[in-house]
């Protein structure tokens, strides 16, 4: 929506490791941008936010439903939001398969600050 400037954004970040929620949550704070957490993908989809979500932040490797597997559902559904996957365990293969499913980046961990907002700010346009 033009004149709404970068809070119009709604970011989701779907990590099983609380602290890693929390820390990008507070990062895009500081960044002017507000997201919303969720312990698993099995929360973010029942939360009734994916349709209003602009950008996701999902994990690779977390139980139940990957964040591979959350990016096919959502495909699957019709959604086609910008995501960003985070991984502490990348592989040639992995990357491969979340970008051509239409990913727009993947970040290994420990990543910075300033690569995580780099990211977040291509896949948003600003």
Partial sequence: MPGQGRNYHVLA?????????????????????????????GEFLASGQVSETTLLITDVNMPTMTGIELQAHLLAEGFRMPIIFITAYSSPRIRAQVMQAGAVDMLVKPFTDQEFLTAIHAALGV
Avoid: E, K, P
């Fill in 13 to 41: 970040i779907v990590d099983d490791d609380a602290s890693m929620r929390s820390a990008l949550q507070a990062l895009l704070g500081s960044a002017g941008l507000h997201a919303r957490g969720f312990a698993s993908a």
